[in-house]
């Protein structure tokens, strides 16, 4: 943990950096790239002060839900040297322990944060550290959309404002009221690889590096994600980044929402004993339950609101199906929808484009 460095600010940019270490004589201080990643919970702020930039500098602040893009690096002890100076610690910045997130899995790093004694309200950034910023942003392949909105003093729209939920807080399921009560801009049946597991009253989903297996649920997007957030980490027993006591980890993954399409998502991934608990070999809650069906038919006739002939005609009209024997069976309605859903013909997606509704919610 102690030689990987995560970089959010003007350290991306490397030719920045040796150029500060060779003036400042650190000639052996060197960063070695490692992975992209995001430190989550948090997010770019300015409210900072630096004489030496004549304005602002970059600082990091809690916010559930949001993600600070940036690199991990590995570092010897003569960077640490070299780090430390050119951050004023721990007398202006301080050195934490911190948890990002690369490719769903943890890793333990360590970054720096202004003292908290040190901070104040909006501090405009320079043009010059901006552009420091920038650069070493572009070089990495990172978006500057959360920089630029901090540099105006605006809190940024969370990089990711959607779930993915395959239990008890699905539509229809006991728990799904927690959701919709912070307003859904969406909701699409989706599927990502996994295992489930049957814990009794509600399931948990794993990861495998063996046989590919898929778990099948729902892709919400939320609009007030940052309190769904809070209330869905309390419910899952998540007590936070890097603590190992939770029942359930929060972490990030990809989802498949139809025809190729993929969303990047929150989701609880099971952490408890596994020994013992059966996998749903299905990998779907509703199917196990014996709900498929009902709900399926439930959520087409809602979509269709009496029309589902038209719905059809739609589909098919629009050229949404890969397959022409599937367009025909479904636009003569020699299949039902219900049943071409579930079959896997066409995607809730699809579906919702020729309804013109996102956030379908059967009765």
């Not at 959701?179 to 814990?199: F, M, N, Q, V």
């Not at 989802?255 to 779907?284: H, M, Q």
Request: charged share 25%.
């Amino acid at each position: 943990m102690g030689n990987l460095y995560f970089a959010y600010g003007s350290n991306l940019n490397l030719e920045h950096l040796h150029d500060w270490c060779r003036s400042h004589g650190f000639t052996a201080a060197e960063l070695h790239p490692k992975y992209q990643a995001c430190l989550p919970d948090h997010e770019l702020v300015f409210n900072y002060g630096s004489s030496r930039w004549d304005g602002g500098v970059l600082n990091l602040r809690r916010r559930p839900g949001q993600l600070v893009e940036g690199m991990v690096f590995e570092a010897d002890e003569q960077t640490w040297k070299a780090l430390d100076r050119k951050e004023g610690a721990p007398a202006c910045y301080e050195r934490f322990e911190a948890t990002v997130l690369c490719d769903g899995e943890e890793l333990q790093v360590r970054t720096y944060r202004v003292v908290p004694d040190k901070t104040s309200d909006f501090v405009e950034p320079s043009s010059p550290y901006i552009e420091v910023v920038r650069k070493g942003l572009y070089d990495w392949k990172l978006r500057d959309t959360m920089l630029m909105a901090a540099a105006r003093g605006e809190r940024p729209r969370h990089q990711v404002d959607g779930v993915f939920v395959y239990g008890t807080l699905m539509r229809g399921e006991g728990r799904f009221h927690l959701l919709e009560r912070y307003g859904l801009k969406c909701s699409l049946l989706a599927e990502t690889p996994g295992i489930l597991l049957d814990l009794g009253d509600f399931p948990g989903i794993v990861f495998s590096r063996g046989p590919e297996r898929w778990v099948q649920g729902e892709f919400c997007r939320i609009r007030r994600i940052e309190d769904a957030i809070r209330i869905l980490d309390q419910c899952e027993g998540f007590t936070g980044f890097g603590n190992a006591g939770s029942l359930y980890r929060r972490t990030l993954i990809l989802v498949g929402v139809g025809e190729g399409r993929v969303r990047r998502a929150w989701t609880y991934v099971y952490n408890g004993p596994k020994d013992g608990s059966p996998i749903i070999e299905c990998g779907d809650w509703r199917l196990f339950h014996g709900k498929k069906m009902p709900f399926l038919e439930g959520l087409c006739a809602t979509h269709a609101a009496g029309n589902e002939e038209t719905i059809a005609q739609r589909l098919a009209a629009r050229d949404m199906f890969a397959d022409e024997h599937d367009r025909l069976v479904i636009a003569s309605k020699l299949l039902p929808l219900a049943r071409a859903l579930e079959q896997g013909r066409f995607s809730e997606r699809r579906l919702a484009q020729a309804s013109g509704k996102w956030t379908v919610v059967p009765v």
